[in-house]
C-alpha cells in the first residue's frame, strides 16, 4: 500500500556516558489466593452447524450462538448459563464437499458476512447535497474505468460496496468529492483482488485532473479508517458466481476450476450490474440480489437448491427487479469480449461496460408504467426465462 515516507530519526546513547541511577522501585507482589476465582470469558460470537432432523428428505441444520472458550467452575452445580442461544434453522450448505476445507465453515463464514457488512440507501438522507442519480453516474464512470484496465467484475464490486459503506459512516459530503471518494474505493479493491493493480497514477489519470496522487492517498487512508478495516464482504458478485458454480457443479470436478456457462453469466452479471446502480437495491442483501438474478435465468427449484433462500424471501426483490429483465430483453444480447492478457477461459470474469445509464431510465419508467405483478415460483420460469438469442428484437 502506496503512503509517502516520512523520514524517521534514530537517537543512539553515547557509550561513555554515566548510566542511570535513578530506578523505579519493586512491588512486592501480593500472594495468590488458594481459591482462586474464575470469569468467564468475554462474550465472543462464533456458530456451528449441527446436523438436526429430516425433513422431506432435506436435511436442515441449525445455527447456534455459541459463547466462545467458555470457563466452567470447578463445581457443576454452582455453573449458571452465563448467555442465552438463538437456534436459527436454515438449509445445509449447497457447496459440494471440498477436498481443503469444509463446506458447512465456508458457507456459514460467508452468511457471517452478510450479517457483519451493513449497507443501508438511507445514507442518503446524511447528504442532502446529493442525488440518487448522482450515485448511478458514478457508478457507471467506475465499470467504464474498470473495463479500460481489464479489471475484474469482483473489483468494481467491492468498489460499489466500499463506496456505499464509506457514504454511511460520513455527512455533508459534496457532490465535489464523489469522484474522488469513487476512484479511491476502486484503487482499494484493485489492490486486494488484482494480481496486477494498475498504479495510483493511473487512477489519478482518469479523473483528468480532478485528483491528483496524494488526494487519493489521503482519501484512502479516510476510507479505511471509517470502515474500520473491514475489506471482504461477499458482494453479489460473488454470491452469483458461487450459485452457478454449484449449479453446474457435477462429481468428481474441481470446485473451483468454473463449470457454469460464461455466455449466461455474462448476461445474469449485467442484470446485477444494472440493478446495483439503483439506490434501492440497497433495500435488499447481497445474496437475495443474486439469487433474483438467478431466478430471471432459471427455476425457483434450481434457485432453493443452489442458495437455500425460500420463495418468500426473495419475492419482493424478483418483482422490483422485473423492469430491469424487461429492459436488458429488449437490449442485444451481450457478448464476451476479448481483452489484452486475458485468457479466454477467464474473460468472463472482466467487467465490461454498456450504456447502464440509459438502460437505467428505461428500466425506472417501466417500473412506473407496469404495477408489481404477485408472481408466483411457479410462474417465475415460465415469465422470467429469457427467449432464445433468435427471438430477441435487435436493436432499432
Request: aromatic share 10%.
Amino acid at each position: 500500500m502506496s503512503r509517502r515516507s516520512g523520514r524517521i530519526t534514530l537517537q543512539t546513547r553515547d557509550s561513555n556516558a554515566p548510566e542511570p541511577t535513578v530506578r523505579a522501585p519493586l512491588k512486592k507482589r501480593k500472594p495468590e489466593s488458594s481459591t482462586k476465582k474464575l470469569q468467564p470469558a468475554a462474550k465472543k460470537q462464533s456458530y456451528e452447524i449441527q446436523t438436526c432432523w429430516s425433513e422431506d428428505g432435506a436435511s436442515p441444520c441449525v445455527l447456534i450462538e455459541t459463547p466462545h472458550k467458555q470457563l466452567e467452575p470447578s463445581d457443576p452445580s454452582s455453573f449458571k448459563q452465563q448467555f442465552i442461544f438463538k437456534n436459527l434453522f436454515i438449509k445445509a450448505s449447497p457447496i459440494p464437499r471440498l477436498s481443503w476445507a469444509s463446506s458447512d465453515d465456508v458457507w456459514i463464514k460467508m452468511l457471517n458476512k452478510e450479517l457483519k457488512y451493513v449497507h443501508d440507501k438511507s445514507y442518503l438522507q446524511r447528504h442532502p447535497k446529493l442525488q440518487p442519480n448522482m450515485r448511478a453516474i458514478l457508478l457507471d464512470w467506475l465499470l467504464e474505468v474498470s473495463e479500460v484496465y481489464s479489471l475484474h467484475r469482483q473489483t468494481a464490486s467491492l468498489a460499489q460496496d466500499f463506496f456505499d459503506r464509506f457514504m454511511l459512516t460520513q455527512e455533508n459530503v459534496n457532490k465535489d468529492f464523489l469522484q474522488l471518494i469513487g476512484i479511491t474505493a476502486l484503487f482499494i479493491a484493485s489492490k486486494i483482488e488484482e494480481i496486477y493493480p494498475p498504479k495510483i497514477y493511473e487512477f489519478a489519470y482518469v479523473t483528468d485532473g480532478a485528483c491528483d496522487m496524494w488526494d487519493i492517498q489521503r482519501t484512502e487512508l479516510h476510507i479505511l479508517k471509517a470502515l474500520e478495516w473491514n475489506l471482504c464482504p461477499e458482494t453479489p458478485i460473488s454470491w452469483l458466481k458461487l450459485y452457478a458454480q454449484v449449479e453446474a457443479q457435477k462429481d468428481d470436478e474441481n470446485f473451483l476450476v468454473p463449470q457454469f456457462s460464461q455466455e449466461t453469466y455474462i448476461q445474469m452479471t449485467q442484470l446485477v450490474d444494472l440493478c446495483m446502480m439503483d439506490l434501492n437495491s440497497l433495500d435488499f442483501g447481497y445474496s437475495v440480489i443474486a439469487a433474483s438474478a438467478f431466478c430471471h435465468f432459471s427455476t425457483f427449484d434450481v434457485v432453493h437448491q443452489v442458495s437455500g433462500l425460500t420463495w418468500e424471501s426473495v419475492a419482493p426483490c424478483v418483482r422490483w427487479m422485473s423492469p430491469f429483465m424487461d429492459t436488458l430483453r429488449s437490449e442485444a444480447t451481450p457478448q464476451l469480449k476479448t481483452f489484452p492478457r486475458v485468457k479466454a477461459d477467464d474473460r468472463h470474469n472482466i467487467q465490461t461496460h454498456v450504456s447502464y445509464l440509459e438502460l437505467l431510465r428505461k428500466a425506472q419508467e417501466r417500473r412506473l408504467d407496469e404495477p408489481d405483478c404477485q408472481m408466483s415460483p411457479v410462474a417465475v420460469s415460465a415469465m422470467l426465462t429469457p427467449p432464445s438469442s433468435t427471438e430477441k428484437p435487435t436493436n432499432p
